[in-house]
């Protein structure tokens, strides 16, 4: 497989399930990303990872937890979600320098849409 | 606070061309990004600018000012698979991507 790969593809839970999105990316990259694609805004940057570890964590509610247990690998854990979270969930990957100044491009992964009942 | 604006919606004709304006106000700048999403798909990278001036690549150019908070994304030859949309971003002093809402692109035969 190459580039980002993200699973499931489309989700349906009930606010008291627990859930978890995984992604994967095939390219070398030492930075990986969560965000959030609602329609018709912005896309909101959830969670970064550089070098394995969390970076940027942009007030993110608690019911979403990031995992990441590799260069290659996150996870999103969603647990008591509310229908105001259901989204396309896109996962990325770049590869940024070690001083930590971002300045590749974002690979983007096909995202979890996530509907919340 | 920081901002991106772009067109909700153009709608152009296949064979033609269209220019989708982007406008920012940021706390300083590191680079702009435009990205192409087909429905149901993933963003994927167009073009970076970080100089003033027009990046060419193909049938997308691509073009900043800074002293305006400017830059436009020009699509020529408009074939009907760049129906999609196409988000502007720019990245802040701190290294920080700000994104805009995007612009959806409709071709028309």
């Known amino acids: 497989e190459t580039g980002v790969t993200q699973t499931p593809r489309h989700l349906v839970m009930g606010m008291t399930n627990k859930k978890s999105l995984k992604c994967e990316q095939h390219?070398?990259?030492?930075?990986m990303y969560w965000y959030k694609q609602s329609a018709k805004k912005p896309l909101e940057l959830m969670f970064v990872?550089?070098?394995?570890?969390?970076?940027e964590n942009n007030s993110v509610p608690s019911r979403f937890s990031p995992e990441c247990p590799n260069s290659s690998h996150l996870f999103l854990h969603l647990h008591t979600l509310q229908p105001e979270d259901s989204a396309l969930y896109l996962c990325a990957s770049s590869q940024e320098g070690e001083a930590w100044k971002p300045t590749g491009e974002l690979f983007f992964g096909e995202g979890s849409r996530l509907t919340v009942l | 606070g920081q901002n991106i604006d772009q067109p909700t919606e153009m709608t152009a004709t296949e064979g033609a061309i269209v220019q989708i304006n982007c406008t920012y106000q940021?706390?300083?700048?590191?680079?702009l990004f435009w990205y192409q999403q087909h429905a149901g798909e993933a963003p994927t990278f167009l073009s970076y600018?970080?100089l003033d001036g027009l990046e060419e690549k193909g049938r997308f150019s691509s073009f900043l000012s800074r002293s305006k908070g400017y830059s436009y994304l020009l699509l020529k030859e408009l074939q009907m698979k760049d129906s999609a949309s196409y988000l502007c971003a720019v990245r802040n002093s701190n290294y920080q991507l700000i994104w805009g809402a995007g612009t959806k692109l409709i071709i028309k035969p």
């Open positions: 390219l070398g990259h030492n930075a």
């Open positions: 600018n970080v």
């Open positions: 940021t706390s300083g700048f590191n680079g």
């Open positions: 990872y550089n070098f394995k570890e969390q970076t």
